[in-house]
């Protein structure tokens, strides 16, 4: 079945350090490729998402790439911040709005 | 953006009783919701999908005798546990799905911590 992958955490960063979440996926057909936050306490937020081939999410300072050649989504940011501490969840949804998650990766970027 | 609320936030039980989850698209219609199951450092793992006015799709090895899911308005679905044991103990979470135009977008709700003594 569909399965999507992202690194292990917890992954701990200076503030300013250049940020990578790396995010693969084995799906059938063409799924739409969604990057969810969850801050501490609080309910999951879309943070950018993607809907085709070559197609580049952002938001916030974060970008994503759908690379369908290496069925990849990976996160990243140039400079993080303490407020981004977080966890990031990577997910691959169909048509029907049925998302099959990551782990999570838990994020936290000290001062 | 949309708002999803679940009620209640935090609930704790004894073996045996039944708890409902409501959850709730505050300012848009949801003709989807979406119940979750997280576990403590562990992914979303999908349960149901509820459709509004049908029955609910339950995922493999999601027990619906069990976990009975409603979906009675566009702006209201509920997940009944029944008969609750402490392995039913969890974080869920629901999502309700607004269609805009040609696409539609998922909000999740703050989640309902499920302890069962």
């Known amino acids: 079945g569909d399965s999507v992958t992202q690194m292990e955490g917890p992954v701990t960063l200076s503030e300013e350090a250049f940020l990578t979440i790396n995010c693969t996926y084995t799906a059938t057909g063409y799924p739409s490729l969604f990057w969810y936050v969850q801050y501490p306490g609080e309910g999951l937020q879309l943070l950018l998402k993607?809907?085709?081939?070559?197609d580049k999410g952002s938001n916030k300072g974060f970008e994503a790439t759908y690379r369908k050649e290496t069925t990849s989504f990976h996160l990243e940011k140039g400079s993080v911040q303490v407020s981004d501490s977080a966890v990031y969840f990577c997910?691959?949804?169909?048509?029907?709005?049925?998302?099959?998650f990551g782990q999570g990766t838990e994020l936290s970027v000290k001062p | 953006g949309a708002v999803v609320s679940q009620h209640p936030s935090r609930v704790i039980c004894k073996s045996g009783t039944s708890v409902k989850i409501e959850c709730r698209s505050l300012?848009?219609?949801?003709?989807?919701m979406f119940w979750y199951r997280q576990f403590p450092k562990k992914s979303l793992m999908l349960m149901a999908t509820?459709?509004?006015?049908?029955?609910?799709?339950?995922e493999q090895g999601v027990e619906k005798d069990k976990f009975l899911i409603n979906h009675a308005s566009l702006t209201l679905s509920t997940l009944t546990v029944t008969s609750a044991h402490p392995e039913d103990s969890s974080f869920y979470i629901c999502?309700?799905?607004?269609?805009?135009?040609?696409?539609?977008?998922?909000?999740f709700g703050p989640g309902t911590r499920l302890t069962v003594l």
């Open positions: 300012d848009f219609q949801a003709t989807t």
């Open positions: 509820s459709n509004e006015g049908s029955k609910a799709t339950y």
């Open positions: 997910a691959a949804g169909n048509q029907g709005g049925k998302l099959i």
């Open positions: 999502s309700a799905r607004e269609v805009r135009g040609q696409g539609a977008e998922q909000f």
């Open positions: 993607a809907t085709k081939a070559d």
